[in-house]
Structure formats: C-alpha cells, structure tokens
C-alpha cells in the first residue's frame, strides 16, 4: 500500500468538560495524569493537556460545558493497558477510591474494564493491549452485536466495537 501515509499511533484525546478544575483532580487522582501545559483565554485557564508517567495516552480537557453534557455516557475511545493484571489493579485501585465500574471481564479480543464514568459521564473503558490468541491463519473478521445500538442506527451504517469488545 505504497499511498497508505505513515501515523504514529494516538497523539492525544481531548474531552470537553463542564468544570475544569474538578475534572483535572479526578483524572489526577483516578488515573494518574499531571498538567504539563495550560491554555488562557485573556486570564483565564480554559483548557488543560495533561501526561500520564506510566504510558497512558496524553489527554486534554476542555472547558465546554455545552459539549460536556452532550457528550456524557458515551464512550468516545478506550486506554490501553498492558495486561488482565494490570486492570485488575486499575478496578481495585478505583473501588477503593469509591468510583463504580463492572470490573474486569474477557472480552473479545482482550479484558475489559467497563462502565468507569469520569465527573461528566464520559464512559471510560480499559482495554489490554495483550490479545487473546487467534485461531491459526486468523479466519475471517468476527461480527459483534452490540444491543445500544437501535436496528435504524445499524441500518444507517453506524459500526462500533460491540457490547464485549
């Protein structure tokens, strides 16, 4: 594929947020992010990128309110992390801080750590990186229902990574 141009992987995820301070701790004391850099509209800070110094995706957070609560319950993007072991600790880590999540579970092609939903109801899922093995010569691609999405949203050609995925 001589014209496929070349990409990096994720070079960050931006959220919209209602409350920017607010939002910043939780994902400071939930998930470890810092602040490296702050954007100002004349004196005031309106958004935030944010690193995370065990490999997570680099985040930003946004002031916007209006977008923020559009945007609640979905789940735009999913984390990373190496292995089951690893969002077992993350699911521990989070019961212990009092956040509600469904725990770790197979999923199709790795585990998954559902339903964690942040200050603005953004839906965060972890997945690992680590696959479960494939059948010998891989076989065709697999077709997951997922039972969000109503049959008019399929029909119109909405496609997603399934309810398990």
Known sequence: M???PRL?????????????ERSTEWYRTRLGYTVFQEFRQE???VGVAMEHPRGGPMLSLWLDPERAAAAAGFDYFAIG????DDLEALA?????????????????MGWILP???????????????ERHARPEGGGPPST??????PVESAEAGRSGDGADA
């Open 2 to 4: 001589e014209n496929t």
């Open 8 to 20: 990096d992987g994720v070079h960050h995820l931006k959220l919209p947020v209602r409350d920017l």
């Open 43 to 45: 004196d005031k800070v």
């Open 81 to 84: 992390a190496p292995a089951k």
């Open 92 to 108: 521990a880590s989070l019961t212990a801080l009092g956040e509600r999540h469904a725990g770790v579970h197979r999923a199709s």
């Open 115 to 129: 339903h964690l939903a942040d200050p603005d109801g953004h839906e965060l899922r972890f997945y690992t990186t």
């Open 144 to 149: 997951l229902a997922d039972p969000r999405w």
